[in-house]
């Protein structure tokens, strides 16, 4: 064997109880599992007492699409013992290349002139680049309807013609057939927010068509969640699609305390599931914020014509505009990149202060200043995320981009989420009562790798791939926080990744092992 790892409580994803166990590994495959006996010998052998092992992590709503090729450790991601991601979330996808500066961007290289786009010609070239690159975790990935949109229109607020839809549809089908898992859709987000819901379901049927699935972030998440998860499920429906909807949550006091409605809604559709980050906190972009008749890269022009109406929509909403700052506050929304050094890490409402302006007038100032500006919403209660994180079917999921603290993103005030999500799922539970550590892990592995058709991950059974991760239930808990972003997680002690050993916690390097994961 080239692996044992022995003496651990083994949780094998499935929601099984735990047993003391060990698993043996040749090459990247789990070739035996054993309950009870001595381990057979190996050419290394990891002794995990007192430890539990349950498969690596799976991540189905990841932005690290271009970390492959800017920071292929990833160590915030292999740290927090997650082993597969699935990227191309939020309509947002490096391939076709019309998204590649929003790409570079997620991946905390925004602006930098190392990472030419490449000359990639189909799906499957970027998909073959992520092997070449050989990342520190598996990469399924989703193709996004935004780049697909913007490949085709621009940014035209427009339906498209037949024959534009007719190449969208092509384009979608033929990034399925060369290995995308499915379609992702952002519809807060331009293009996405531009699309009417017949566009989606055309293109989500010629996913569904081609065995992909339809994830959305919806197009609300306080003031209209239900409308937009109504919407979500009528455009499954419309396509013959399974649908999953992103980072569910009920945002803004106005929804605070239908955690419960919002569940059942889930649980009553025909062929719908969601995932969560386990925080009080969004991450997105300041634009995001804006109506879809408001640009970012025109705003200071749109608010000096019907400066009224602007403020009205963004702090109010309209009647197809959810506003994300009615039931937050400005004080609550803080700067995650911004024009002045100064102003990382404050309020738009602090911003506001020091220019001596309404709030409303900071944002427009900032966006003019640079419409790529992300931001932090503290906007959801403690008690909702914990009734959504002890629903035992709801995924575990980070909506993060790999970083480190040395590298791409480490002198940003980044969401703690990017280092945290999994530990901190599991200590919430653990410390709270919220679930079982085996319904936890199951909702970490099992459960994301079936819906996302990542055959052979998410459990430990001879035959499936060496995927694993080692920790002490008792100590395993995030480090990062909004004030202190930039902290690995503890009680982590081991992750493999296809067999190698990717880290341990008494090495200071990372192994390379991920592999870009095609649909079967």
């Known amino acids: 064997m080239d692996l044992v790892i022995a003496n651990a409580i083994v949780v094998d994803g499935t929601g099984a109880p735990g047993a003391p166990g060990w698993v043996a ?91 030419p786009p490449p000359s990639w010609a189909a799906w499957g070239d970027y998909l073959d680049a992520i092997d070449a690159a050989r990342p520190a975790v598996n990469i399924a990935t989703l193709v996004g309807h935004g ?36 379609l992702s859709t952002g519809l807060i987000y331009v293009p996405g927010i531009y699309a009417e819901t017949d566009e989606v379901i055309a293109l989500a049927r010629a996913a569904a068509g081609a065995g992909g699935l339809y994830a959305s972030h919806i197009r609300g998440e306080g003031r209209d969640l239900f409308r937009a998860i ?23 006091s106005m929804l605070w305390g239908r955690a419960g409605e919002l569940l059942a809604r889930l649980r009553d559709a025909p062929d719908a599931t969601g995932d969560q980050y386990p925080y009080e906190a ?9 109506p879809p008749w408001a640009p970012a890269g025109r705003i200071a022009e749109v608010a000096a014509v019907d400066h009224a109406r602007l403020r009205a929509a963004v702090e109010l909403g ?9 039931g937050v506050g400005w004080d609550r929304i803080i700067l995650e990149t911004a024009p ?12 506001a202060e020091d220019l001596g302006v309404e709030p409303f007038d900071a944002m427009v100032e900032l966006l003019a200043a640079d419409p790529e500006i992300s931001c932090i919403g503290h906007a959801m209660s403690p008690q909702d995320v914990r009734e959504i994180l002890a629903d035992r079917d709801v995924f575990v999921a980070s909506d993060a981009s790999a970083t480190a603290p040395d590298g791409p993103g480490g002198e940003l005030p980044v969401h703690p989420r990017d280092y945290g999500t999994f530990p901190r799922a599991i200590a919430l539970a653990r410390d709270e009562g919220l679930l079982p550590l085996e319904d936890v892990v199951r909702k970490m592995t099992s459960l994301p790798a079936d819906r996302f ?34 902290v690995f997680p503890d009680g982590i002690s081991a992750v493999v990744v296809n067999g190698e050993v990717a880290w341990t916690s008494d090495a200071p390097f990372i192994t390379c092992a991920g592999r870009a994961l095609r649909r079967a």
């Open 25 to 115: 590994v040749e090459g990247d495959r789990i070739a035996s599992v054993g309950r009870d006996g001595d381990a057979p010998p190996a050419a290394r052998t990891i002794d995990a007492r007192g430890l539990v092992m349950t498969p690596g992590f799976v991540d189905v709503h990841n932005h690290s699409d271009l970390s492959p090729f800017v920071l292929p450790t990833m160590p915030s991601t292999i740290r927090q013992g997650v082993t597969s991601v699935v990227v191309g979330n939020c309509g947002s996808s490096p391939f076709p290349l019309s998204s590649w500066a929003e790409g570079l961007s997620l991946a905390y290289a925004g602006g930098s002139t190392d990472h």
């Open 147 to 182: 780049s697909v949109r913007r490949a085709v229109l621009a940014d035209e607020r427009r339906p498209p013609t037949d024959d534009e839809l007719a190449w969208m549809r092509g384009l979608v089908r033929e990034a399925i057939a060369d290995g995308a898992v499915g």
């Open 230 to 252: 109504d919407e979500a499920l009528e455009i499954g429906a419309g396509a013959e699609a399974p649908v999953h909807i992103s980072h569910i949550k009920c945002e803004t």
């Open 282 to 290: 969004w991450n997105s972009s300041l634009s995001s914020l804006l």
């Open 318 to 326: 309209e009647q197809d505009f959810q506003s994300s700052v009615d």
């Open 340 to 351: 002045e050094p100064r102003w990382r890490g404050a309020s738009v409402a602090i911003v």
């Open 453 to 486: 058709g990542l055959t052979g991950r998410g459990r430990i059974e001879p035959g499936t791939y060496a995927d694993l991760v080692v920790f002490e239930h008792a100590t395993i808990r995030d480090g990062a926080t909004f004030e202190d972003p930039h």
